[in-house]
Each structure stands twice: as structure tokens, then as C-alpha cells.
């Protein structure tokens, strides 16, 4: 390790972190870890499962950090819920890595025969964030997913498999990561859209990253 910080801060997309600060993360590139002070680094993951692990591996081999925090958006499973809602993740599942098999069914490959469903970092097939519980906010469950989908039946088939309050591309990526490597983490996400039916003039998505960006500035002060 070449150096110690007390904070690695990282979304998929700068623009995520776009209220977040000064405004200034949101010009940072993918894949490098960036000091804003003495004691926290910010790093763009890139979007999607294999983005993330790579670049937060390589950001994790070159510095010790007491904390990995991730900052984003997420599709909302419940059509009902009022969005731009504030979530601390408190467990994910690669909800759609595994294989087909007959009559329609899938299974995951976190409790198939290549790999145990309670091999750490796995409990039940999910990954929990372990410093989920020290952010004051309302838990959840998150399905993550290499290819988004708004078609109700296949949701419907996803959510009966793994019940999930919101879907993302990198959430079990990042707590994969930073389990098998001992790094405390934890995840913040608000709420932008509806995952059905899709109705992408429907979004609200500035509205998401101000309330995420007002939020994630709050954690931040204690790291100043």
C-alpha cells in the first residue's frame, strides 16, 4: 500500500456526484482514484459489473482506506413509492449471473455447484454491506443486474427469485470487491425512476442527484 486515507468515495458516473462537493467530481475521469483533501480519494468506477471491479481493485491495491462508500442512483422496483427516495444498501445479489435451465428457470451461480451460496463473502446468495447500519437511513435490498429490463414479466420472474426493493449495474460488485479485500463499505442510493414501465421522460433525475449530492456532502464533513 503505498498510502492511508480515511475515505474512498465512488460512483459509477461522475455526473452521479455532480451536486456533490463544489461540483468539481463531476469533470473527474473513470478509473482513477483522486484526493479532494488529505484524507479522501473519489474514484469513477465506470458503469456495469466489470468496470467497477476492476478499476476498485486497482484503486484498493494502491491505498488503505477505513472506508468505501458508493454514491448513486437506482431504479425503483415499487411503482407505488414517491422517488428521489434515500436508501442505505443493505445487502445485493448478482441477480442475473448464473444459467437457464429447463421449463424457464434460472440459477444463480452464488448457490449453484460452482459456488456456495454461503461462501464468504455470500450469505444466502447475497452480499452484505457491512457498515450499511451506521447511515441513518431507510435499508435495502438491491438486485444487480448486467442488463436492465423493463419488461414487466421478466421483472416479475427477477423479483421472485430475488425479492429486491431496487435494481443497479454495480452494487454487488463493489461489496464483492471490498469483502474478499477486509474493506469496511457501504452504499447510499436515491431513487430516480420506476424500473416498470419505463418511461424515461418520467425520471427524476436531477431531482435524485440533488437529494443524493445534499446527503453524501453531510457524510462528508466528517471526513474534513
Known amino acids: 500500500m503505498s498510502h492511508t486515507r480515511k475515505l474512498l468515495l465512488c460512483a459509477a458516473c461522475a455526473n452521479e456526484l455532480k451536486y456533490v462537493h463544489d461540483g468539481s467530481i463531476s469533470t473527474l475521469k473513470t478509473g482513477f482514484a483522486t484526493p479532494i483533501n488529505s484524507?479522501?480519494?473519489?474514484?469513477?468506477?465506470?458503469?456495469?459489473?466489470?468496470?467497477?471491479?476492476?478499476?476498485?481493485?486497482?484503486?484498493?491495491?494502491?491505498?488503505?482506506?477505513e472506508l468505501a462508500l458508493t454514491a448513486g442512483i437506482a431504479g425503483d422496483y415499487d411503482g407505488d413509492r414517491t422517488l428521489c427516495q434515500l436508501f442505505s444498501v443493505q445487502k445485493t445479489a448478482f441477480a442475473d449471473?448464473?444459467?437457464?435451465?429447463?421449463?424457464?428457470?434460472?440459477?444463480?451461480?452464488?448457490g449453484s455447484k460452482f459456488l456456495d451460496g454461503n461462501q464468504p463473502p455470500f450469505q444466502s446468495g447475497y452480499?452484505?454491506?457491512?457498515?450499511?447500519?451506521?447511515?441513518?437511513?431507510p435499508m435495502a435490498t438491491v438486485n444487480t443486474v448486467s442488463r436492465t429490463c423493463t419488461e414487466p414479466n421478466h421483472v416479475?420472474?427477477?423479483?421472485?427469485?430475488?425479492?429486491?426493493?431496487?435494481?443497479?449495474m454495480e452494487s454487488a460488485s463493489f461489496s464483492?470487491?471490498?469483502a474478499m479485500r477486509h474493506v469496511p463499505h457501504a452504499e447510499i442510493r436515491c431513487t430516480s425512476n420506476h424500473i416498470v414501465?419505463?418511461?424515461?421522460?418520467?425520471?427524476?433525475?436531477?431531482?435524485?442527484?440533488?437529494?443524493?449530492?445534499?446527503?453524501v456532502d453531510v457524510i462528508l464533513e466528517d471526513f474534513y
Open 197 to 215: 414501465p419505463k418511461q424515461q421522460e418520467k425520471w427524476l433525475l436531477d431531482d435524485a442527484l440533488r437529494t443524493l449530492g445534499a446527503y
Open 176 to 178: 464483492y470487491v471490498c
Open 39 to 65: 484524507n479522501i480519494d473519489v474514484l469513477i468506477t465506470g458503469v456495469g459489473i466489470f468496470q467497477t471491479a476492476y478499476h476498485l481493485t486497482r484503486a484498493l491495491s494502491g491505498c488503505e482506506y
Open 97 to 110: 449471473c448464473g444459467f437457464e435451465t429447463g421449463g424457464g428457470g434460472f440459477q444463480p451461480i452464488a
Open 156 to 168: 416479475n420472474k427477477l423479483l421472485k427469485q430475488f425479492p429486491a426493493d431496487l435494481e443497479t
Open 127 to 137: 452480499i452484505i454491506n457491512d457498515m450499511a447500519d451506521t447511515i441513518a437511513l
